[in-house]
């Protein structure tokens, strides 16, 4: 526990503590601070990575940053001490590419947990699921985090389960889901239904659709689905957030934020339990369109006044995902089949190039930050070629735009995002050897565009500033519902080995493309701070920012790599000089690594195949909102 009193008060801890602080009152005339916090391991992850050992707070933000000297000067009976006993103090952590509100409604939801699984195991978790919660006939029944690597399920596998509910069953990677006979019936999917912009219906040989649907296909049924009531929406996000800062979160980019969303987190701010900075990524089409500019414009301008949440980014999608079977992704080479020969798929393209270049020319002229989704060469290539179009037509750098995923990158196109000041929004948490990245993936593509996956190493060497985001709730796993945090992406970013115990333990995913671990506290810090248009106000310790800081009991920095991975916990964090998280002093229960090794978790004794990485990018529809994934 932090030693915290107040001078002068019953809080102090002894004699000792009197006798110190009783020297340090009334000393340079300086106005007191409502904190200070000493004795600490103060990393401020400013230009010079300063290390210091206090900080002054006033009104939320900082005053003075140094030694326990030096903060004499602004403590009176009034001021709150915080004692670090020794313990780390970074900057609050901030994921630059996250779903709070949209990933809060599968919290308590039947869910498959991103294991590996059959199509006839799947079955029998959703009768289980069922037989917990029969409902009526013609009430919608959901299920989620489906692990769609390699996996075929058909509606035929679905109606298994029900033929009077219809059912609504999505991927973990937000790309894919599957409903069953009644609900395909309901919404009108046949086989003369088109494949809408941006999505595709899977169909059969004989053209009826199976089922399955891929990106804004899914909108077609999940449109149907009786929205949750607001209220429970806000109890459900209230939940995910208190997760994210219980991982030393204190700010946060919502990446694909919905009118939904932005009502939750009116109400959040309003009631005053939101207790996280938000910008967030409106949800958008890349349309050069009147009404869609005023309406991005009407929501950024709702927000204007808010303290905590702000609306000024915009978030678009220009291709889907790689995994086999589902290869939206687009590529520059074509896609391989199962004997490694050339097919006629590239993947998706869900835009135009020169309407594209005219979207992000206005938005970026009216003051938006733009967040592009690209997985593949081919569309990072062709983002690119806009975003430099748009630095000349308006001459405008102050803006840092970015580019999330990247998971394969042509190695021309690497040394183009400095210069464009384009931010690499990167997953790095996903940049291990497992299913995702080498089973469903690497005998599916050209192997020199392999090679170029989640390339953070070369991005770094060609003066990329690389900025950290978790893409929650894509990641999960039973007794871990957000297993993708700042610490594990860390170690991953450095290490690119699989700490899992499953058929690719103690592999690693191209040694070259590690970064160092200076690197990957950055893209969560200072870096993430720059991808939200905050570095001004957040992201690292430095006078005239706000208190945010996440606490840890032991040097973050220096501990051993693995240890991030499997048992370094947040002890506190804090936002704006409030403590929005405290670790309980009870016993926090198994670590990750034991929680691993148990049975059906995919550990050594497991029969199951559970894998850290769920998929890529998640950005689905969100269905209780109705909106389509373009």
């Not at 409502?34 to 990393?43: A, I, P, W």
Request: net charge negative; glycine share 10%; proline share 5%.
């Amino acid at each position: 526990m932090l030693k915290r009193y107040r001078v002068g008060r019953a809080w102090l801890a002894g004699a000792a503590s009197v006798a110190i602080l009783a020297a340090c009152l009334g000393g340079g005339g300086e106005t007191p601070a409502t904190q200070v916090f000493k004795g600490g391991h103060v990393v401020t992850m400013d230009a010079q990575r300063t290390v210091a050992q206090a900080v002054a707070v006033r009104g939320g933000k900082i005053i003075a940053v140094g030694s326990d000297a030096d903060m004499a000067r602004y403590i009176d009976s009034q001021t709150e001490v915080i004692d670090l006993q020794g313990k780390t103090l970074l900057p609050g952590f901030i994921d630059a590419h996250i779903h709070p509100v949209l990933g809060a409604t599968r919290l308590g939801q039947c869910s498959m947990d991103g294991e590996t699984l059959a199509a006839a195991e799947i079955v029998t978790r959703l009768q289980a699921c069922l037989a917990a919660d029969p409902g009526a006939a013609g009430e919608w029944f959901e299920a989620v985090n489906v692990n769609p690597a390699g996996l075929v399920m058909t509606s035929a596998d679905l109606d298994q389960v029900s033929t009077t509910r219809p059912m609504f069953v999505a991927g973990i990677d937000g790309h894919t889901a599957w409903a069953n006979s009644l609900a395909l019936q309901m919404v009108g999917v046949m086989a003369a239904t088109p494949d809408p912009v941006g999505g595709v219906i899977v169909r059969d040989a004989q053209g009826q659709p199976t089922g399955a649907l891929v990106d804004a296909a899914q909108g077609l049924v999940s449109s149907a689905i009786p929205e949750i009531p607001l209220a429970q929406h806000v109890v459900k996000s209230r939940q995910a957030l208190d997760l994210a800062r219980s991982k030393g979160l204190t700010s946060v980019q919502d990446a694909w934020a919905s009118e939904r969303a932005m009502d939750v987190y009116d109400a959040l701010e309003k009631d005053g339990t939101l207790k996280m900075r938000v910008r967030a990524n409106l949800m958008a089409d890349v349309a050069d369109d009147e009404a869609q500019y005023a309406r991005l414009k009407e929501q950024r301008a709702r927000f204007a006044q808010h303290k905590l949440v702000k609306a000024d980014g915009v978030k678009v999608f220009s291709d889907g995902v790689i995994e086999y079977p589902t290869q939206t992704a687009a590529m520059l080479t074509p896609y391989l089949d199962t004997n490694g020969q050339p097919t006629t798929n590239y993947g998706g393209r869900y835009f135009e190039q020169d309407v594209m270049e005219r979207y992000l020319t206005r938005l970026d002229k009216e003051g938006f930050r733009v967040n592009v989704h690209s997985i593949g060469n081919f569309t990072t290539r062709t983002v690119l070629d806009a975003f430099e179009k748009v630095r000349v037509a308006n001459g405008n750098q102050a803006i840092a735009h970015q580019i999330s995923h990247l998971e394969i990158i042509h190695p021309d196109d690497i040394p183009r995002f400095a210069p464009a000041n384009v931010l690499a929004n990167l997953q790095m948490f996903w940049a291990l050897p497992d299913v995702y990245t080498l089973d469903a993936l690497k005998p599916f593509i050209d192997p020199q565009a392999h090679r170029y996956i989640y390339p953070a190493g070369s991005l770094k060497a060609a003066g990329a500033t690389i900025v950290g985001g978790s893409d929650w709730p894509v990641d999960s796993m039973p007794g871990e519902p957000m297993l993708n945090t700042p610490l594990r992406a860390i170690y991953m970013g450095v290490t690119r080995t699989n700490p899992i115990p499953d058929e690719h333990f103690g592999e690693v995913l191209y040694a070259e493309e590690r970064v160092d671990r200076d690197t990957m506290i950055a893209a969560y810090t200072i870096h993430g701070a720059k991808a939200l248009g905050m570095d001004k106000e957040v992201g690292s310790i430095e006078v005239g920012k706000y208190a945010d800081f996440v606490i840890f009991d032991e040097d973050v920095t220096q501990v051993d790599i693995n240890r991030l991975m499997f048992d370094v916990e947040v002890a506190a964090t804090v936002l704006g000089g409030e403590y929005v998280y405290q670790r309980s002093t009870a016993a926090t229960g198994a670590s990750l690594r034991n929680r691993m090794s148990q049975p059906g978790n995919g550990g050594k004794d497991s029969n199951k195949g559970w894998h850290v990485v769920r998929s890529h990018a998640f950005c689905g529809p969100d269905h209780h909102h109705g909106e389509q994934l373009h």
